[in-house]
């Protein structure tokens, strides 16, 4: 009894954590239920990963953004720019995709080394920077494509978006995916267990282990399940291979780069992190140029997924992922947040989408219900933290 | 007379007792304040002068604290500022609370607007405001804002302010204390014409030659208690006799035995000047010389405003003030401090007074502050931070600095003030500096854990760093410290070793002004 109460305590202490997923599992189920099955039906959760890429993308940018106690609104028009770009380089100035791309990325960086210059070392707010970049960069895309559409792009662009690991085997489950699906658990048990390990000898583990396991058996569970779904249709698709390695990439450097843990510091507290030699406006600069090139990044996928690069491309793509970000537990003031969390609340926006257009809700009520999430997410933040004594 | 003030007192307050968690702001304390007299309050930082000022205009409801107030002969229980300002008494804080993009009559005006019918009444609005301005001597237009006054006039505009409210009981919180010499006398005159017009004052000041100018009456007030309250007219009152008042403590408080082991000069600073951050014609530091040697343990005493926290911040990469000058040696070569990068890699740290703002990240946990300034130091080649050996770190001063908290991971915004200073001190031994200014390093924490505190000086004394601690508390720089330096309105005006110090002697300094050099 004692025990059981002790670990409602532990629960209930990291209850923004469990309720993030709680959320998730039961929008999941209401949706399997109410769609009849369609919603984890493995071409369903194939599109479902396809499409709403390039949000968990920006997401993944934002957060950290977000964390830093800024905001980004141009990265939708940075989106239709770099895709603008894109169109251009591919088709009418004949560069083979592979250099368009990396010119891309470069072209992403110094659109965020532009807004970065502003507000970093000239002081000017993140949200009035990023709302002229908002609208100079939708110009700059209309421009660049003389407001047309260019389309179809060389079909080896358009893997990079819409296109899938080479499978082998031509019916039941796709072997490479169920591989892939099994390395990753593999990895996660045992950097799990290592971590636990090392700290336990330095006597820093305060994790209970039945939570430990339980989490470590859930996280493995959900990736098994998304794989064998991916498996059963046509295989694993690059977009998810390229989410996948932002996600541990960024997971990593917000955890336990000198770079992530300043910016952590900045959002936390500005001023205390300059007085212990923070260089805070070179670790602003550099976010918003990260930012940049991850923006570039969803601006290269979804111009390959459409196979169009369009002057009105990623038109509300900010708000979807400023949304993810705060579904995701971020802080509104900065300084709280993780990747991770960002990419469980742009999925839950994106199943809301799907689950909504599957059962014919018209987009009227999609939008309103969104919002109603939002803020439903946010005020229980807000609720939680004021039951524990707040700040 | 004395039976008779009974009757002719407007304030009386009785047994006032005001205690914080933890900590008994005021115990016992008696006021009375005779009508139409400008009495002061006198004592040390931190000896409860604001505290019962607060509890007299409400900020403090009443309830949340013990004891009677009499306000012109019947008892009182104000519930928040609206109540007392209804009574007729105001109180104007330190930190001037004006709006800076509203003009003069808007803020003498605020919440108190000049209507009919729910619109604002714009001629009666400026042209009570004019009023009001004549009354105190303020010629500026009212609809001038008020960002475009001096730090004077708006302090003319908040006593305007309080008149418009028809204040009967005038509490100045140190009202001179960000003003200049002509500023200064012009409010002082101001409060004298008050007085003619009947209005009571009570002045809360540090400056001794100015409440020996305007008071009636002065009480004293130390460590949460009245120790007297001393009539200046029928007195022959000497700054002296204040001065022994405000200090004479009983010097028993416990500081930790330590024999100093001082050897050759580590740092120092020549003519430091600044000038002030947002008003580049104030002085705010002027020419300071001080030096500290390895293993010593230096002092500085300066009341509020002295320029102690600016001489520190301005040291520490240029945190603070702008036309900053002057050189700082370490072991007799110059050393670069013009930023914070700087600075500490040329071997300083500093402690901020102020823990909550610019201290510690609260949102994170232990482990993350101690590293904060350091984390180059735990980073491998490619920029990520070795974990395990950071939680190490942090584990390791939390055990030998006895931080209590349940882990490393605790979040820091959770602990106890005495808890957070660990931290702080942490982050920067971690740094492993070779001079460490510590800034009011024991405001607001707990006895207990004031002695650990001292401890963890000595010891860094010990490993042969210079420290540099600035404190309100006179025991404390006696306790502490092997020299002290006195700070009074940006300049060093003297230098003690500990054996000539006495708590006299450095109030003596501390509030010596600027002989006058014009005028």
Same mark, same amino acid.
Not at chain 1, 40 to 67: E, F, K, T
Not at chain 1, 320 to 332: C, E, S, Y
Not at chain 2, 174 to 194: G, M, Q, R, Y
């Given at each position: 009894?004692?025990?059981?109460?002790?670990?409602?305590?532990?629960?209930?202490?990291?209850?923004?954590?469990?309720?993030?997923?709680?959320?998730?599992?039961?929008?999941?189920?209401?949706?399997?239920?109410?769609?009849?099955?369609?919603?984890?039906?493995?071409?369903?959760?194939?599109?479902?990963?396809?499409?709403?890429?390039?949000?968990?993308?920006?997401?993944?940018?934002?957060?950290?953004?977000?964390?830093?106690?800024?905001?980004?609104?141009?990265?939708?028009?940075?989106?239709?720019?770099v895709g603008a770009m894109s169109g251009v380089m591919i088709?009418?100035?004949?560069?083979?995709?592979?250099?368009?791309?990396?010119?891309?990325?470069?072209?992403?960086?110094?659109?965020?080394?532009?807004?970065?210059?502003?507000?970093?070392?000239?002081?000017?707010?993140?949200?009035?920077?990023?709302?002229?970049?908002?609208?100079?960069?939708?110009?700059?895309?209309?421009?660049?494509?003389?407001?047309?559409?260019?389309?179809?792009?060389?079909?080896?662009?358009?893997?990079?978006?819409?296109?899938?690991?080479?499978?082998?085997?031509?019916?039941?489950?796709?072997?490479?995916?169920?591989?892939?699906?099994?390395?990753?658990?593999?990895?996660?048990?045992?950097?799990?267990?290592?971590?636990?390990?090392?700290?336990?000898?330095?006597?820093?583990?305060?994790?209970?282990?039945?939570?430990?396991?339980?989490?470590?058996?859930?996280?493995?569970?959900?990736?098994?399940?998304?794989?064998?779904?991916?498996?059963?249709?046509?295989?694993?698709?690059?977009?998810?291979?390229?989410?996948?390695?932002?996600?541990? =990439?960024?997971?990593? =450097?917000?955890?336990?780069?000198?770079?992530?843990?300043?910016?952590?510091?900045?959002?936390?507290?500005?001023?205390?992190?300059?007085?212990?030699?923070?260089?805070?406006?070179?670790?602003?600069?550099?976010?918003?140029v990260n930012m940049g090139v991850i923006s570039a990044i969803?601006?290269?996928?979804?111009?390959?997924?459409?196979?169009?690069?369009?002057?009105?491309?990623?038109?509300?793509?900010?708000?979807?992922?400023?949304?993810?970000?705060?579904?995701?537990?971020?802080?509104?003031?900065?300084?709280?947040?993780?990747?991770?969390?960002?990419?469980?609340?742009?999925?839950?926006?994106?199943?809301?989408?799907?689950?909504?257009?599957?059962?014919?809700?018209?987009?009227?009520?999609?939008?309103?219900?969104?919002?109603? =999430?939002?803020?439903?997410?946010?005020?229980?933040?807000?609720?939680?933290?004021?039951?524990?004594?707040?700040? | 007379?004395?039976?008779?003030?009974?009757?002719?007192?407007?304030?009386?307050?009785?047994?006032?007792?005001?205690?914080?968690?933890?900590?008994?702001?005021?115990?016992?304390?008696?006021?009375? +304040?005779?009508?139409?007299?400008?009495?002061?309050?006198?004592?040390?930082?931190?000896?409860?002068?604001?505290?019962?000022?607060?509890?007299?205009?409400?900020?403090?409801?009443?309830?949340?604290?013990?004891?009677?107030?009499?306000?012109?002969?019947?008892?009182?229980?104000?519930?928040?500022?609206?109540?007392?300002?209804?009574?007729?008494?105001?109180?104007?804080?330190?930190?001037?609370?004006?709006?800076?993009?509203?003009?003069?009559?808007?803020?003498?005006?605020?919440?108190?607007?000049?209507?009919?019918?729910?619109?604002?009444?714009?001629?009666?609005? $400026?042209?009570?405001?004019?009023? &009001?301005? $004549?009354? +105190?001597?303020?010629?500026?237009?009212?609809?001038?804002?008020?960002?475009?006054?001096?730090?004077?006039?708006?302090?003319?505009?908040?006593?305007?302010?309080?008149?418009?409210?028809?204040?009967?009981?005038?509490?100045?919180?140190?009202?001179?204390?960000?003003?200049?010499?002509?500023?200064?006398?012009?409010?002082?005159? &101001?409060?004298?014409?008050?007085?003619?017009?009947?209005?009571?004052?009570?002045?809360?000041?540090?400056?001794?030659?100015?409440?020996?100018?305007?008071?009636?009456? +002065?009480?004293?007030?130390?460590?949460?208690?009245?120790?007297?309250?001393?009539?200046?007219?029928?007195?022959?009152?000497?700054?002296?006799?204040?001065?022994?008042?405000?200090?004479?403590?009983?010097?028993?408080?416990r500081f930790p035995e330590h024999a100093p082991n001082i050897?050759?000069?580590?740092?120092?600073?020549?003519?430091?000047?600044?000038?002030?951050?947002?008003?580049?014609?104030?002085?705010? +530091?002027?020419?300071? $010389?001080?030096?500290?040697?390895?293993?010593?343990?230096?002092?500085?005493?300066?009341?509020?405003?002295?320029?102690?926290?600016?001489?520190?911040?301005?040291?520490?990469?240029?945190?603070?003030?702008?036309?900053?000058?002057?050189?700082?040696?370490?072991?007799?070569?110059?050393?670069?401090?013009?930023?914070?990068?700087?600075?500490?890699?040329?071997?300083?740290?500093?402690?901020?007074?102020?823990?909550?703002?610019?201290?510690? $990240?609260?949102?994170?946990?232990?482990?993350?502050?101690?590293?904060?300034?350091?984390?180059?130091? &735990?980073?491998?080649?490619?920029?990520?931070?070795?974990?395990?050996?950071?939680?190490?770190?942090?584990?390791?001063?939390?055990?030998?600095?006895?931080?209590?908290?349940?882990?490393?991971?605790?979040?820091?915004?959770?602990?106890?003030?005495?808890?957070?200073?660990?931290?702080?001190?942490?982050?920067?031994?971690?740094?492993?500096?070779?001079?460490?200014?510590?800034?009011?390093?024991?405001?607001?924490?707990?006895?207990?854990?004031?002695?650990?505190?001292?401890?963890?000086?000595?010891?860094?004394?010990?490993?042969?760093?210079?420290?540099?601690?600035?404190?309100?508390?006179?025991?404390?720089?006696?306790?502490?410290?092997?020299?002290?330096?006195?700070?009074?309105?940006?300049?060093?005006?003297?230098?003690?070793?500990?054996?000539?110090?006495?708590?006299?002697?450095?109030?003596?300094?501390?509030?010596?002004?600027?002989?006058?050099?014009?005028?």
């Open positions: 009894m004692n025990g059981f109460r002790s670990a409602l305590r532990y629960l209930t202490g990291q209850l923004r954590q469990i309720g993030l997923f709680i959320a998730l599992i039961i929008i999941v189920v209401f949706f399997q239920i109410a769609t009849a099955g369609i919603t984890l039906a493995p071409i369903n959760v194939s599109n479902l990963v396809v499409q709403n890429s390039y949000i968990l993308i920006l997401a993944i940018g934002m957060v950290m953004v977000i964390i830093a106690g800024h905001i980004d609104l141009s990265v939708g028009s940075v989106v239709a720019f088709t009418q100035w004949h560069i083979p995709w592979p250099v368009a791309i990396v010119l891309c990325l470069v072209v992403g960086a110094l659109v965020g080394a532009w807004q970065g210059f502003w507000i970093a070392y000239f002081g000017i707010p993140a949200f009035i920077v990023t709302l002229a970049g908002m609208l100079a960069f939708r110009g700059a895309a209309q421009i660049a494509l003389q407001n047309q559409q260019i389309s179809p792009f060389p079909d080896s662009f358009r893997t990079l978006g819409s296109g899938f690991l080479p499978s082998f085997g031509t019916s039941g489950y796709e072997p490479l995916t169920l591989i892939i699906g099994a390395v990753a658990i593999i990895a996660l048990v045992l950097t799990s267990i290592r971590g636990r390990l090392t700290r336990r000898k330095y006597e820093l583990e305060d994790e209970p282990v039945w939570w430990f396991v339980l989490k470590l058996a859930f996280t493995a569970g959900l990736i098994l399940l998304i794989a064998v779904l991916l498996a059963s249709y046509n295989g694993t698709p690059i977009v998810l291979i390229v989410l996948g390695v932002l996600t541990v =990439v960024y997971t990593a =450097v917000m955890r336990s780069s000198v770079f992530g843990r300043h910016i952590y510091a900045i959002g936390g507290n500005l001023n205390a992190a300059a007085l212990s030699g923070v260089k805070t406006k070179r670790v602003t600069f550099l976010l918003f969803a601006g290269l996928v979804f111009t390959a997924q459409l196979n169009l690069a369009s002057p009105s491309a990623g038109t509300g793509f900010e708000l979807d992922a400023i949304a993810a970000v705060f579904i995701g537990g971020a802080a509104v003031t900065g300084g709280i947040g993780t990747v991770t969390g960002a990419i469980v609340g742009g999925l839950i926006i994106g199943i809301l989408n799907n689950g909504m257009s599957i059962l014919g809700v018209g987009t009227e009520y999609q939008s309103l219900i969104k919002g109603l =999430v939002l803020l439903a997410a946010v005020a229980f933040d807000v609720y939680n933290k004021r039951r524990s004594g707040g700040r | 007379m004395e039976e008779e003030a009974v009757t002719t007192n407007i304030l009386e307050m009785r047994g006032i007792t005001k205690t914080f968690p933890g900590v008994k702001a005021l115990q016992e304390v008696s006021l009375a +304040v005779e009508l139409g007299q400008v009495h002061a309050i006198c004592g040390e930082n931190g000896a409860g002068k604001s505290t019962l000022m607060k509890v007299l205009s409400g900020v403090y409801p009443h309830g949340t604290y013990e004891g009677d107030i009499t306000f012109e002969g019947s008892p009182v229980a104000f519930k928040s500022i609206n109540d007392s300002e209804a009574a007729g008494v105001v109180i104007i804080h330190q930190e001037l609370a004006l709006s800076p993009y509203l003009s003069i009559a808007e803020n003498i005006f605020l919440g108190n607007e000049q209507q009919s019918n729910g619109w604002i009444d714009w001629n009666k609005t $400026n042209l009570e405001a004019a009023k &009001l301005l $004549n009354r +105190v001597g303020l010629h500026d237009n009212p609809v001038t804002k008020v960002t475009d006054l001096g730090v004077g006039k708006q302090q003319l505009v908040e006593i305007a302010k309080a008149l418009s409210k028809r204040v009967k009981l005038l509490i100045l919180d140190e009202p001179t204390a960000a003003l200049n010499d002509e500023d200064s006398a012009h409010l002082l005159d &101001l409060i004298k014409s008050l007085q003619a017009e009947g209005i009571t004052s009570i002045i809360i000041s540090h400056k001794l030659n100015e409440i020996k100018a305007i008071a009636d009456k +002065v009480t004293i007030i130390r460590d949460g208690k009245t120790i007297e309250t001393i009539d200046m007219h029928a007195d022959e009152v000497s700054e002296a006799r204040i001065i022994k008042g405000m200090v004479g403590r009983d010097l028993e408080s050897g050759a000069e580590l740092l120092r600073i020549e003519n430091w000047t600044v000038h002030h951050a947002l008003d580049s014609s104030r002085l705010v +530091v002027n020419s300071a $010389n001080l030096s500290v040697r390895a293993g010593e343990i230096v002092g500085i005493a300066g009341l509020m405003g002295a320029g102690r926290t600016e001489l520190a911040m301005s040291v520490f990469g240029h945190s603070y003030g702008t036309n900053i000058s002057g050189t700082v040696y370490k072991r007799g070569e110059r050393i670069d401090t013009s930023s914070v990068p700087a600075a500490i890699k040329n071997g300083l740290a500093y402690a901020t007074e102020d823990r909550k703002r610019y201290g510690l $990240n609260l949102l994170d946990d232990i482990t993350r502050n101690i590293s904060g300034s350091t984390l180059g130091k &735990l980073a491998s080649a490619f920029g990520f931070v070795d974990s395990l050996k950071e939680s190490t770190v942090a584990e390791g001063y939390r055990k030998s600095l006895n931080i209590k908290a349940p882990s490393v991971l605790a979040i820091t915004g959770k602990l106890s003030g005495g808890n957070q200073q660990k931290v702080v001190l942490s982050k920067w031994m971690y740094s492993d500096p070779e001079v460490l200014i510590l800034d009011e390093p024991t405001r607001g924490i707990d006895v207990g854990a004031k002695y650990e505190i001292y401890t963890i000086i000595n010891r860094l004394a010990d490993e042969g760093k210079g420290v540099i601690v600035i404190s309100s508390e006179l025991p404390e720089l006696l306790g502490i410290c092997d020299r002290i330096f006195t700070l009074a309105e940006g300049r060093i005006t003297s230098e003690v070793s500990r054996k000539d110090a006495t708590a006299e002697y450095l109030m003596q300094f501390m509030t010596r002004e600027q002989e006058k050099t014009t005028k």
